[in-house]
C-alpha cells in the first residue's frame, strides 16, 4: 500500500516561510496529482494546492497564489510545497494526498491516499 509521510511543520511568525515535503513510499505514477490540503480545528479540509506528474500542470486556491509553490521531484518520489510570506489565517494541519482517478483536483474526495499531516502554526 502507498504511505505518505507529511514534514516540514512547524511555528513561525507572520510573514515568515515553511517549506513541507510529502514522501511517498511508493513510485508515483507521472500522470497522477499530488496535492496539498489544509484543515484548521472544526473546518472543513480546505484545498491549497495540486500539480501533475509531468510538472506541466498545477493548481492554486486563490487565498495561496503568488504566496505558495508546489513542486515535484519524482526521483525521489516527494512533492513539496514552498509557502512564504506566511499569515496566521494559513495556520492548520496540512495534508498531501494522491489523486489516481479522475475527479477535480481541488476537490478532496477526488483524493485516493492521504499522509497523516504536519501541523503549521502562524503567530501574528
Known amino acids: 500500500q502507498v504511505q505518505l509521510v507529511e514534514s516540514g511543520g512547524g511555528l513561525v511568525q507572520a510573514g515568515g516561510s515553511l517549506r513541507l515535503s510529502c514522501a511517498a513510499s511508493?513510485?508515483?505514477?507521472?500522470?497522477?496529482?499530488m496535492g496539498w490540503f489544509r484543515q484548521a480545528p472544526g473546518k472543513e479540509r480546505e484545498f491549497v494546492a495540486a500539480?501533475?506528474?509531468?510538472?506541466?500542470?498545477?493548481d492554486y486556491a486563490d487565498s495561496v497564489k503568488g504566496r505558495f509553490t508546489i513542486s515535484r521531484d519524482n526521483t525521489k518520489n516527494t512533492v513539496y510545497l514552498q509557502m512564504s510570506s506566511l499569515k496566521p489565517e494559513d495556520s492548520a494541519v496540512y495534508y498531501c494526498?494522491?489523486?489516481?482517478?479522475?475527479?477535480?483536483?481541488?476537490?478532496?474526495?477526488?483524493?485516493?491516499?492521504w499522509g497523516q499531516g504536519t501541523q503549521v502554526t502562524v503567530s501574528s
Open positions: 494526498g494522491i489523486k489516481v482517478g479522475v475527479g477535480t483536483s481541488s476537490n478532496p474526495s477526488s483524493y485516493n491516499y
Open positions: 511508493a513510485v508515483t505514477s507521472m500522470y497522477y496529482y
Open positions: 500539480i501533475r506528474g509531468t510538472g506541466t500542470n498545477t
